[in-house]
């Protein structure tokens, strides 16, 4: 079974930086696309960043220039380090990655998120 865990979230004044983070766990057999998303209550879930398995990555354009997404397929992490940190940027943060796991004799992909971490950044 395959988990996605979150760390990171927290309370930071505006202008502030956070660096959220996303283990991921179980028989993996290869691991694509991983990104992050964010919603606020109300709001539809938004695209935040994402990364290919290659290293390419794309960012909504309120973020880019302040956040940056890297990820480490040795230890199964996505990583979203966030920069000057604005108070629209409040919202809980989940980390989605498409992985591959084997169903039978079959490599079957399919997108897996996490719990969810929460982020507030106060004026």
């Known amino acids: 079974q395959v988990q996605l865990v979150e760390s990171g979230g927290g309370l930071v004044q505006a202008g502030g930086s956070l660096k959220l983070s996303c283990v991921v766990s179980g028989r993996i057999l290869s691991l694509n696309r991983m990104g992050w998303f964010r919603r606020t209550p109300g709001a539809q879930r938004e695209l935040v960043a994402s990364?290919?398995?290659?290293?390419?990555?794309d960012y909504a354009e309120s973020v880019k220039g302040r956040f940056t997404i890297s990820r480490d397929d040795a230890k199964k992490t996505v990583t979203l380090q966030m920069n000057n940190l604005k108070p629209e940027d409040t919202a809980d943060y989940y980390c989605t990655a498409a992985v591959g796991t084997l169903s039978g004799m079959i490599h079957v992909v399919n997108d897996y998120w996490g719990q969810g971490t929460q982020v507030t950044v106060s004026s």
């Open positions: 990364i290919t398995s290659g290293g390419s990555a």
